[in-house]
């Protein structure tokens, strides 16, 4: 099975539009953490929002913000207010185990965000 | 603000040949990654490093990968003998250590072209 799943290959999206990335996830562990990634079209990967498993509240993140639900092991990334800019390629992560330790991220096969005018 | 640097951006070598891939991590971070991702398709774990040995190492890094931290500020990737199936992306991404901590920051990437 497959540990992270993204199962929207490519979405559209208005300028100044909310935009919902889906991710599911699944571990047996109870500590882990949850990761998105943007990846412009010059390729580096840029870090945007982190869920750790035992965190009470959603992550914030200026116009980033995961909805984190746990039971449904869904963490999905909400961009509010979209910009041209935020045209990319998003990635969602899970760490296993505990934080603060070398375990390696694995990620899903990404959603390509369009932002039009 | 403190990033991580890769060189070279984009390294070609013919099949057969060993290419070394550098980066420079976060100065205060102690742990150093090595993921790829082939055009188009997601990215790889290949191996995590800490306090200057390997800490994890994915099945594609198979004996004609190894990493190196060969001072206090460079890690290296290296791969002995390329075949074509090695041409990706390759990025370095390092973290701090502490729970607190826990986000990877990667560099810009260096694509590998294996002729």
Known sequence: ?117 | EPEVTQTPSHQVTQMGQEVILRCVPISNHLYFYWYRQILGQKVEFLVSFYNNEISEKSEIFDDQFSVERPDGSNFTLKIRSTKLEDSAMYFCASKQTGALHDTQYFGPGTRLTVL
Do not use: H
């Open chain 1, 1 to 117: 099975a497959q540990k992270i799943t993204q199962t929207q290959p490519g979405m559209f999206v208005q300028e100044k539009e909310a935009v919902t990335l889906d991710c599911t996830y699944d571990t047996s562990d109870p500590s882990y953490g949850l990761f998105w990634y943007k990846q412009p079209s010059s390729g580096e990967m840029i870090f945007l929002i982190y869920q750790g498993s035992y965190d009470q509240q959603n992550a914030t993140e200026g116009r980033y913000s995961l909805n984190f639900q746990k039971a449904r092991k869904s963490a999905n990334l909400v961009i509010s207010a979209s910009q041209l800019g935020d045209s990319a390629m998003y990635f969602c992560a899970m760490r296993e185990g505990n934080p603060g330790t070398a375990s390696k991220l694995t990620f899903g096969t990404g959603t390509r965000l369009q932002v039009t005018l």
